[in-house]
């Protein structure tokens, strides 16, 4: 590993800047409706606090345009964490400036503070070396735990590590790119890909980098009939994005030539109109009525799916099998969920719906690792650098 663990650092007593992902969701009254995202930095913090560091915590709240907004402040947050960890965790006014420099100049060993939301400033998002300095200044260790927005240049993510010579991810970015990296440089194999969501635009460029590199790749959702009717097939009023039928065709050209199993839905479940009260039947995926969608595949699919994931010893899932939010579409993708399970594979999950549909089957816990990014996951599923994680590197 080229970048250092948080318990390869000397925080004892020190102040450390503990960059975090609190981009949690509010309810119209401004409570959190899900604190997944605070639970997963808590390893990370009860490691720092057990070392008795002054952990200055820092984060962003949606989106506001550069400047303070009420309703995207970190108040809720704050309140949450101190009912975790069971202390008072100070919301700082600002995260930057003197009264916040004061702030964190009386922190005690094991205190901990959180600074305002980062992006009331727009040099956070702009990388600003100015205001990456002055970040900087509050700390003497650097801490990234925050892998889902490690994709993103901004100031508190890739310009404040210039002004660290101490510097560290934490845990859930640790075990973020150690699963990926089980994954996507030495898996076990078969190493099957499972890949779904709506639209091919979306994961086009994984799909590109994923094909050659996997045993078999699993095409599901909404995105699948775009590659059924690349491969001839009439899909009715299914989703499909005609610009990218020849690139949907070339993919799986591409990964015909280096061997590997392309598996596309047999059969599909459709219904006149995306609706829980709508009128559903199973029907082949050429036999699809015109006047009608396919919203989930079917269960000859779902048997030809799990067959392909029976001897997988790596499994990566990205992307739901179809509307599974809807109960009368949910089969496909809890199905799946089942097949990924009994399979005893190394099973790495990412991306908001798939993360979701894992939990609400009761079977979270049999999956090997869940990712909590969605952007950060997808940019190093297509092959790329993520900003975050390259200026960690020591």
Known sequence: MAFKSIDQVDMAGKKVFLRVDFNVPLDKTGNITDDTRIQAVLPTLNYAL?????????SHLGRPKGKPEAEFSLAPVARRLGDLLKKEVPLAPDCIGPEVERMVEALNPGDV???ENLRF??????NDPGFAQNLARLAEVYVNDAFAVSHRAHASVEGITKFFKEKAAGYLMRDELHYLGKVMEDPARPLVAVIGGAKVSGKLEVLKNLAPRVDRLIIGGGMAFTFLKAVGMAVGKSLVEEDLINTARGIIEGANQKGVKVF???DCVVAEKMDPSAQTKVVPVDKIPGTEMGLDIGPETLLRFGEALRDARTILWN???GVFEMEPFSNGTMGLV????KSGALSVVGGGDTDTAVHRSGKADKISYISTAGGAFLELLEGKKLPGVEALKT
């Open 50 to 58: 057990s070392k008795k560091a002054k952990i200055i915590l820092a």
């Open 113 to 115: 503070l959180l600074l």
């Open 121 to 126: 400033h727009k040099e956070e998002e702009k």
């Open 264 to 266: 596309l839905p047999v």
């Open 319 to 321: 992307g739901p099998m």
């Open 338 to 341: 089942e097949h990924i399970v």
